[in-house]
């Protein structure tokens, strides 16, 4: 029987949303009036390359088992869906409409994944070892994750690189480094099982016969998710630069000993609080898929930009960093200029 799925964040989230319809359930996409519109007259497109073929397929949801439709955040009613997916970046749910929704959904008690590279402060909740109240200095608006059961909230590594291209419209998702979701586990075992069955059947999901890249793996690790850690702090929040931002490629390949110390202190605060080798990728394979991403990272992108506000996993991670003792000076000198250049831009915009 298939699942209904609500997607709060139709960008990032259409690819998720992708694989759930590839695997027959129906999907929801929370998002603006205007985008709202167009998903629900054209649908959305995801463009993915298949193992084998040196160009993208484009994988229209038209063609796809499961039903997909469009609304905007004041008119979704959380009643009847089965499972929330939290796939928009951490200031976006301060809006009023989105705090409201989030509201609701925590009243509904549904289970939620999160796609945030920002873990929703419920989940740091379910970390014995985070002090999560020192931890909501590093959140736009902290406060948003109140009402939320820790018990019902799980996270989910945003691992698989896509963005909008910039010449398409707002339906259309191009995946530049096709790697897997990897989800730590639900508290109850009702909502675990849903959550695997989900994986098994994105496994079992075929488009002509082949086999689609990005998968859903559940971890029974808590920590699995924050592998993304060492790389978003030697990587992507090193692209935000006094000037133009940098590529993520160039960020961490222009002094590839530093970085390498980067992603060792990081590691070791995430072991600090309790994951295991074993939870973490190697940082030789992190450099290596480093090379092929080209672009900024979003968030410096969005810096570069003038934007007011920006997801702070670099804050987060010096924060508990110092609740056990280990800090690194470039990590504090990275959280500073962004300090920085994000009060320019408050600066300009007021």
């Known amino acids: 029987?298939?699942?209904?799925?609500?997607?709060?964040?139709?960008?990032?989230g259409s690819?998720?949303?992708t694989k759930c319809l590839m695997a027959g359930h129906d999907v929801t996409l929370v998002c603006r009036a205007a985008t709202s519109e167009l998903i629900n007259t054209r649908g959305t497109e995801v463009r993915i390359r298949l193992k084998g073929e040196d160009t993208h397929r484009a994988i229209r949801s038209a063609a796809l088992p499961g039903r997909l439709d469009a609304d905007v955040p004041e008119d979704v009613d959380p009643a009847g869906y089965d499972m929330v997916v939290l796939a928009m970046q951490e200031p976006q749910y301060l809006h009023h409409t989105i705090r409201m929704l989030l509201t609701r959904i925590a009243a509904a008690r549904l289970a939620c994944l999160s796609l945030m590279n920002m873990p929703p402060l419920a989940y740091l909740r379910r970390i014995a070892a985070i002090d999560a109240d020192v931890a909501e200095a590093a959140y736009s608006k902290a406060g948003v994750w109140d009402r939320f059961d820790p018990q019902l909230v799980t996270l989910c590594s945003p691992d698989p690189q896509a963005a909008r291209p910039a010449d398409e419209p707002a339906n259309v998702l191009r995946v530049n480094l096709p790697t897997n979701f990897k989800a730590a586990g639900f508290a109850a075992p009702v909502h675990n099982a849903m959550l695997v069955t989900l994986a098994d059947e994105i496994e079992a999901a075929r488009l002509d016969g082949l086999e689609v890249p990005v998968k859903l793996r559940v971890h029974q690790s808590l920590f699995v998710p924050f592998a993304k850690w060492a790389m978003l702090l030697t990587g992507n929040y090193r692209c935000v630069t006094a000037g133009a931002p940098i590529s993520i490629r160039d960020a961490v390949h222009a002094d590839i000993a530093l970085s390498r110390e980067i992603y060792a202190a990081v590691e070791s605060i995430v072991l600090r609080i309790g994951a295991q080798r074993d939870d973490l990728v190697a940082?030789?394979?992190y450099a290596a898929s480093a090379e092929r991403l080209t672009s900024p990272s979003s968030a410096a992108r969005a810096i570069a930009a003038g934007a007011p506000m920006a997801e702070r996993v670099d804050r987060l991670v010096q924060l508990i960093g110092r609740?056990?003792?280990?800090?690194?000076?470039?990590?504090?000198?990275?959280?500073?200029?962004?300090?920085?250049r994000i009060a320019g831009n408050l600066a300009r915009a007021a």
Not at 1 to 12: D, E, F, N, Q
């Open 1 to 12: 029987m298939p699942h209904r799925i609500l997607i709060l964040g139709a960008s990032y």
């Open 15 to 17: 690819l998720f949303a």
């Open 283 to 285: 940082f030789d394979k």
């Open 323 to 340: 609740q056990h003792g280990i800090a690194h000076p470039a990590i504090d000198r990275a959280v500073a200029l962004l300090d920085a």
